[in-house]
């Protein structure tokens, strides 16, 4: 853990938190904390900063926060097809960590129906994971998670209100610009919405909605790659490029 | 499955394959194949084609396979501070989808002594995982693997015979010339070896050891990821610069 995150409603009117659960155990076992250590901490969507340890007593800790501004908000969004649950589940975490601002996880044809049925759509599950991917990579912003049945309506009904102005890419195997290419004239804030199919592919009709909905194809190396692996592969080349511009 | 590989000892002097172990239930129960079938297959290190299958009995599947030429072979090697076992269980396959010519495991000083007890350092263990990423990738080039328990002595007095005329590149997390500008005046078959630290980072005496090898410092973003997330993330910006160049 590089960062202990809490919800801003655990501080106190005078900046204490205190902290009974995994956290706690964390500083004390991992960290070994004492009263005057200080740790690197952040509130959930907003500033990060530093906190003293105040108080140890029987398993809990209690720190006082000082926070600066929050991490710049990630300029990426993600359009899933929805992964089967063990690689779903490896990713949750990784895509907290290289920065996502929106996941959208959305039917396909070559998504089985019953992976929808995975206790890993639940926030009560991802929160956890996420939250673990925000703490690696030191960040406070925890995606927006929504889940979408069906890819036309969202397509073609909700995509423009969920990520305004982005610049669409879709990923597909084979010829295609790479990413680079395709963000090259990027605005200096320009957001970015990536859409990243199932392991076989897109079927012919959702990729032509997709196309018809502004998004342009990119392409990678000429490898099929596990969904996890390209997911976090493309974030990263977007990220860079974005980072270049 | 995108590929059916097989040891190049497998195929008879008539170009015939039989199997009867977990590639010939993927055959049945996955592609259910039956005579007359056509499946990609590829020889480890060698060609990629197709074959037709031409007898089906009791479990076992016989092909008569037709090679081309091999996949080029990945113009990257790593060298990898020895991850904690659960992220290297999860990076085995990944790294073999991505390309990689060789995977040099190393010790550091925030490597933990007990992490090299591991049973996934065994090549009966990674074996198969790294065929489940070529087979994933359609590649043949079997990553080869070796482990080095001194850091100093694979830097002073293997790497040069290991991966000789590579350009040498250390991922630091912060500010630093990212990847692909790094990389964008290399020669048109240059090879990269790139060096990934443990996650608290190499310390200053393995850093200084490492630029005094030739080894230049290139930059991601300011996030500090997992291990196997950052050996994705930085595999896949050597390629993709390699791509461009």
């Not at 900046?15 to 659960?21: G, M």
């Not at 007593?57 to 000082?66: E, I, P, S, W, Y």
């Not at 929805?82 to 070559?110: C, H, S």
């Not at 397509?155 to 084979?174: F, K, M, N, T, Y």
């Amino acid at each position: 853990m590089n960062l202990l995150l809490f919800q801003p409603g655990e501080l106190d009117a005078g900046a204490a938190l205190t902290v009974a659960d995994g956290r706690a155990r964390h500083l004390l076992d991992v960290l070994h904390v004492g009263p005057g250590s200080e740790v690197r901490v952040g509130a959930v969507d907003g500033g990060i900063g530093t906190a003293s340890v105040i108080a140890v007593d029987a398993g809990r800790v209690t720190l006082r926060c000082r926070l600066g501004d929050p991490p710049p908000r990630p300029r990426v969004d993600l359009l899933l097809a929805l992964p089967r649950p063990k690689v779903l589940r490896r990713l949750w975490a990784q895509l907290a960590a290289l920065g996502v601002g929106r996941v959208m996880l959305t039917n396909a044809e070559r998504v089985e129906r019953n992976y929808f049925d995975t206790h890993l759509l639940t926030p009560a599950v991802y929160e956890p994971l996420l939250l673990e991917g925000l703490q690696q990579a030191r960040d406070t912003w925890m995606p927006r998670v929504t889940v979408h049945r069906q890819f036309r309506r969202l397509v073609e009904d909700e995509l423009d209100a969920l990520c305004p102005a982005a610049i669409r890419l879709v990923a597909e195997p084979g010829e295609a610009p790479r990413v680079s290419r395709a963000l090259a004239h990027a605005p200096p804030e320009a957001r970015v919405l990536l859409a990243v199919g199932p392991e076989g592919g897109w079927n012919a009709f959702e990729l032509s909605q997709l196309e018809a909905h502004r998004f342009t194809r990119v392409g990678m190396q000429a490898r099929t790659l596990r969904s996890d692996t390209a997911c976090v592969a493309l974030l990263t080349l977007v990220h860079d490029a974005l980072a270049a511009g």
